[in-house]
């Protein structure tokens, strides 16, 4: 096993990562790690399975660690990673400071999935290096910006001036304590390459996003193979959060996969019933629209409407980090997938929260949502003054990290 492991890291010798990922492997495999004699022989007929994870602490990206996964039906070698999108690019790697970047493949394709982790090397140790038993915490982005300028804005500082300055949710919800959170790029966003296809589709989303709940799962030693609707291992199951279009993705995957969640988080959620997403036409001549079009600094800062609700330099730099890690629009496909969205068939814990002074959420239409939500289960809603679209961001943002860790710690 030594020998073959020392084989499969020989063409990272030219980047001086050999020793260090041998290293690594020898600590997992022959030090009684983590590593099942069932995973260790798929390792032997699978290569592929292991995943990349890097750390950018400090602008330093150092391979930390290697992560065996549960082999799927049609895997490969992935040949892409977050290294061939906008954020790979120098420029941007102060905006992954303090994060672990995971790549992972998707079930069906093997396109590879960007996966953000904080803190989450051992998902088993606090911040105070004590044992403990974290909640995993899944978050998805909206429309239009990708996982890190949305969760992790200003984050991995290391002065008492860049702490104070941070915005990211990610490092929020670790020192709330009890939750690890995870955040996902969908494809074509963030860190996260576009596929053959060039767009973004709905369904395809929630497939990926199922692919991130099982791999999540496993890092938490938490087994899908049994029926878990009526023992204590579904409350250890990942929560799913949604914002946005984020949200609409998130109550699909909530419909389809009920057995991969513990609970769902509808943030800002842009359902509404009355609504309805047209086809494509099937037989016309006219070739799609491919036009490029690239984003703009007063399409970040747009969400922020309420006056004093946050300082110029955070949404400054919100809006900076958003043209970073995705300058270009991206494409949206099918959107008629959405109309497959019925609340009464979300049959699982369910908090809807947003600002009461949303523009994106009317209150007749969260209030619809909420009130057809599948019987038998709890459900809450709650609605935080003086706040919009992005109150994780805002100054308040406080009692939205309160109510997200309320509503989690609830079992």
């Known amino acids: ?21 041998t290293n690594i492997f020898d600590q ?36 930390t660690a290697f992560v065996a996964r549960r082999p799927y039906s049609s895997r490969s070698k992935l040949s892409m990673s977050i290294k061939d999108t906008p954020l790979g690019k120098s420029d941007c790697q102060h905006l992954l400071n303090g994060l672990d970047i995971y790549t992972i493949p998707a079930d069906g394709d093997s396109h590879p999935l960007t996966l953000y982790g904080i803190n989450s090397t051992d998902p088993e140790t ?10 995993p915490l899944l978050l998805l982005h909206g429309r239009t910006w990708s996982s890190v300028p949305v969760y992790h804005l200003l984050g991995g500082g290391t002065s008492d001036e860049q702490k104070k300055n941070s915005r990211s949710t990610m490092e929020e919800l670790l020192q709330a304590g009890g939750i ?36 999540i799962a496993e890092r938490h030693q938490i087994n899908l193979d049994d029926d878990n609707t009526d023992n204590k291992q579904k409350d250890q199951l990942p929560a799913l959060l949604g914002w946005s279009q984020g949200a609409l993705v998130a109550q699909l995957v909530a419909q389809k996969s009920s ?27 006219t070739q799609a629209n491919t036009t490029i079009i690239e ?18 330099f955070p949404a400054d730099s919100f809006a900076k980090a958003c043209l970073l890690s995705d300058p270009y629009k991206a494409q949206w496909q099918q959107l008629h997938e959405f ?64 109510i997200i860790k309320s509503f989690i710690g609830k079992g």
Not at 34 to 51: D, V
């Open 28 to 63: 997992h495999i022959t030090g009684g790690g983590r590593l099942s004699p069932l995973m260790r022989a798929q390792l032997h007929s699978e290569p592929s399975l292991l995943c990349f994870t890097y750390n950018y602490l400090h602008l330093a990206p150092t391979t």
């Open 126 to 135: 606090s911040l105070d290096k004590k044992p403990l038993k974290k909640q």
């Open 180 to 215: 690890q959170p995870y955040a996902l790029d969908f494809r074509g966003f963030g860190g996260t390459p576009s596929d053959k296809s060039g767009g973004v589709l709905p369904h395809r989303c929630v497939t990926d996003v199922e692919t991130a709940l099982k791999w």
């Open 295 to 312: 984003n703009q600094y007063d399409w970040a800062i747009e969400d922020f409407t309420i006056e004093d609700s946050i300082p110029h």
């Open 339 to 402: 109309n497959d969205l019925d609340p009464a068939r979300v049959n699982i814990d369910t908090l809807v929260v947003s600002g009461d002074q949303d523009p994106y959420t009317p209150r007749s239409a969260l209030e619809e949502l909420f009130v057809n939500l599948g019987r038998g289960y709890d459900k809450q809603w709650n609605m935080i003054a003086n706040a919009d679209h992005a109150l994780h961001l805002l100054d308040e943002r406080k009692r939205f990290i309160h």
């Open 1 to 21: 096993m030594r020998g073959f492991l020392r084989k499969i890291a020989t063409p990272l010798a030219t980047t001086g990562l050999m020793r260090r990922s």
């Open 259 to 285: 057995c991969l969640i513990s609970k769902l988080i509808l943030y800002g959620s842009i359902y509404d019933s009355m609504h309805r997403y047209p086809r494509d036409p099937l037989y016309t001549i």
